[in-house]
């Protein structure tokens, strides 16, 4: 159950170009998490009526309240006013919302590109299943460390400044990486590539679509993504991202 909730903030640092924020989120994990993957819909000020889909990085049920970290990067007025709350200011919070990642028990590739590798963090920590993490990133590393505690980890960079030079699909193939489900969050290009890279090889591959939401609950329609599989409430094929994603099998999202 998706709850509302007032979600003071316990510290704040900046990770590269994004910024990471820790919630203190009352019992918002023990009442409404069901998988890793899963967003939070976050109120970005006073003017503003739009919330912001951000993914979560992790989450912890504890007494008296649950934390959640939030990873997310500047992109406009709203992340702007976001970013520049300070440790103590206490954030309107919907979530935690939509479905995420199906956890099987088979070898997996985790994959994360850019402001998707923060979504990836939670999956690693609770898969138990022998797995490889793949970051991709333009060039300043972050979170590698946290990852290491859970798996071994691949990188690859745009610059080559760290491990392999180019794309995750380069990092996969460099490092011999093999698995029976990837997992991924990150660009469009790099899901695309990667849900091919998954049907040339016969492996099942989950990946988490990032769109602007308006509602964050399925009723605007304004997140759609086009899909083989038609949606039983408008008949069509479409899917709403945040109400019957943000993570879709690749084998039914069509790319456009
Ligand atoms: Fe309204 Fe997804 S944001 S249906």
Redesign the pocket.
Known sequence: MKVERKCKIVSKEQMGDAVYMVLEAGDMVRTSFRAPGQFVHVKCGEGLLLRRPISVCTCYSDEPSDLLTIVFEVRGEGTDWLARRPVGHSLDVLGLAGNGFTMKEEKAIIVGGGIGIPPMLELAKQLSCEKTVVLGYRDELFLKDEFESYADVVVATEDGSCGTKGTVIDAIKEAGVDGKVIYACGPMPMLKALAEYAEAHDMEAQISLEER????????????CKTKKKDHHTNVNNQ????DGPVFDAKEVVFS
Do not use: F, P, S, Y
Not at 214 to 223: E, F, P, Q, S, W
Not at 240 to 243: A, N, S, Y
């Open positions: 939401m308006a509602c964050g609950i399925g009723a605007c329609l304004g997140c759609i709403r991202i945040c109400k």
